[in-house]
């Protein structure tokens, strides 16, 4: 799921703590009601929520894009430590490296690399950096930096994560089917969505049933 798509879940959730929200990204009160309506914040406010979601259990499609710069990204947000700093040491703007870590403009192999080195020398100071976000972190039964294999807790949570992120979905569109909103208007829906409309269409069409999932994964095969 996307962003947007995993933060309207985690906002449907049990889980959902707007005091750990402000607390491990630093947003304001205000700032965190603009988000609850669907209005995401840019920036670096943006790369702290996609960390804060992936950590309280979200498969964020944008951090996945990054591929190998996600721990540079985990580094910044996690460990508090100063995108400026970061921007110095790999020859680079501020707003560059952080367009670079959202996945909004490319950047050369060396640059990557050296995001990375600066990264691995900076986690030897990591307990300076560290502790408050990983006690709060651990709260929800999470640890920086371990990898571990789900449970059939966190996959029941997932599950009905992916339930409340549909009826999202369904509040959207039923909204955007009505006359409110002109053909133009439903149109630059589509445009924007591009492939994904009909990408999400597909996959629901295969969680109708296993037979339909069987088959439609045969037919793309």
């Given amino acids: ?12 959730s049990e889980s959902y703590d707007p005091a750990m929200v402000m607390e491990l990204t630093g947003a304001l009160k205000g700032a965190l009601r603009g988000w609850k309506t669907g209005r995401l914040p840019i920036g670096e406010y943006l790369l702290r929520l996609r960390v804060f979601l992936k950590y309280v259990g979200y498969q964020v499609r944008e951090l996945e894009e990054i591929g190998d710069l996600y721990p540079v990204a985990e580094a910044l947000v996690v460990y508090q430590l ?9 020859g680079l703007s501020d707003d560059s ?3 670079v870590l ?3 403009r490319g950047t050369s192999p060396a640059v990557r690399q050296a995001m990375k080195d600066w990264v691995k020398a900076k986690q030897g100071e990591a307990h300076i950096f560290s502790n408050r976000w990983t006690s709060l972190v651990q709260g929800v039964g999470l640890a920086v930096g371990v990898e571990e294999t789900e449970t059939s807790e966190e996959k029941d949570q997932f599950i009905k994560s992916a339930v409340a992120a549909l ?7 039923t909204r955007l089917e009505t006359d409110e909103f002109s053909s133009k208007e439903r149109q630059q829906f589509r445009d924007l969505a591009r492939g994904d409309v009909m990408k999400v269409a597909n996959q629901l069409f295969r969680l109708c049933s ?10 793309e095969g």
């Avoid at 100063?82 to 790999?90: I, K, R, T, Y």
């Avoid at 009826?167 to 569109?173: D, F, I, S, V």
């Avoid at 296993?210 to 037919?219: H, V, Y």
């Fill in 102 to 104: 959202l996945n909004k």
């Fill in 82 to 90: 100063e995108v400026g700093d970061l921007a110095s040491a790999v």
């Fill in 97 to 99: 490296v952080m367009r």
């Fill in 1 to 12: 799921m996307n962003t947007l798509q995993c933060w309207l879940a985690y906002l449907a």
């Fill in 210 to 219: 296993e037979t339909a999932r069987k088959e439609m994964k045969e037919g």
């Fill in 167 to 173: 009826w999202g979905l369904e509040c959207y569109t």
